[in-house]
């Protein structure tokens, strides 16, 4: 048993660039891998603020780097997809994002260039540019993070339901392109997640209430649950799983 379990979830020999690693999702995310078997390159805004990670990392005798790169700069997103061909990552897991709340009467068009820099723009440059590394090997993984969003359209959050909706459609059509080519890409769409992000709608008693009840689990997600489905979707068990956005909402899509 433990052989196929081996054989099947183990990403030993693997490298993954995991973006917005600094905290929440992405740092777990990043950790889940490195448990795994892989080797880590985080990306954060700053090296600093991925310290935290990092040292996880290490203390649990993985192998990690640090790079910085601010996604809602279009320069600094050039220079790591410039960077990505001396790294050559298997996997790619764009994580990070931007989340601005506010009456879409009200949103500022650099406000909305912003979110959608970060959240769509930044990611189809990244994936761009480690897949054509990957298509070199022949096999490489792309997980992208969408959201329940991606699927509804939430409340005083245009911008970012916009490019949540949109990175769903571009997952499923860079899937369509390169899959063919050995290239797996997906999505994880998570729910109610308790992160920096959901912090105001926690705080919100009322809030808080009508999403629980809306939750069959009856209980907001932690990032724990999201890393093993991102080590899932990048292990030899899923070859077959592409083009999907994967939800990981405890039930609330079911309802």
Same mark, same amino acid.
């Given at each position: ?6 054989? /099947?979830?183990?990403?030993? #020999? ?9 905290? #929440? ?8 891998? +490195? ?40 320069? +600094? ?5 410039? /960077?990505? +061909? ?6 790619? &897991? ?7 709340? #506010? ?17 769509? $723009? ?5 994936? /761009? ?12 993984? =792309? ?26 459609? @571009? ?16 999505? =994880?769409?998570?729910?109610? &997640?308790? $992160?920096?992000? $959901? ?5 919100? @008693? ?11 689990? /009856?209980?907001?997600? $932690? ?17 077959? =799983?592409?083009?999907? =956005? ?10």
């Amino acid at each position: 048993m433990s052989s196929w379990l081996e054989s /099947q979830f183990s990403l030993k #020999g693997k490298r993954a660039m995991v973006t917005g690693a600094s905290k #929440g999702i992405g740092a777990e995310i990043a950790v889940a891998m +490195s448990r795994a078997g892989a080797e880590v390159i985080l990306v954060g805004r700053t090296q600093e603020s991925l310290i935290p990670t990092e040292q996880i990392i290490l203390r649990e005798g993985g192998l990690v780097s640090r790079l910085s790169c601010d996604l809602s700069v279009p320069s +600094s997103v050039f220079e790591l997809a410039v /960077q990505i +061909s001396s790294f050559a990552p298997d996997i790619l &897991i764009n994580n990070a994002g931007a989340i601005a709340r #506010g009456d879409a009467i009200d949103v500022d068009l650099q406000d909305w260039n912003e979110i959608l820099q970060i959240n769509l $723009t930044s990611l189809f440059q990244l994936s /761009q540019a480690a897949a054509r590394e990957m298509i070199n090997k022949g096999e490489g993984r =792309i997980i992208n993070v969408a959201s329940l969003l991606s699927f509804q359209g939430g409340i005083k959050v245009s911008a970012y339901a916009a490019s949540k909706h949109a990175v769903a459609g @571009l997952t499923k059509s860079l899937s369509n392109e390169w899959s063919s080519q050995g290239i797996n890409v997906n999505a =994880i769409a998570p729910g109610y &997640i308790e $992160t920096d992000n $959901t912090e105001p709608l926690r705080q919100d @008693l009322d809030r808080s209430a009508a999403i629980l009840q809306r939750i069959p689990m /009856q209980r907001w997600g $932690t990032v724990e649950d999201i890393g093993g489905v991102a080590v899932f979707l990048s292990a030899p068990a899923a070859r077959y =799983i592409t083009g999907e =956005i994967l939800v990981v909402d405890g039930g609330w899509l079911a309802r």
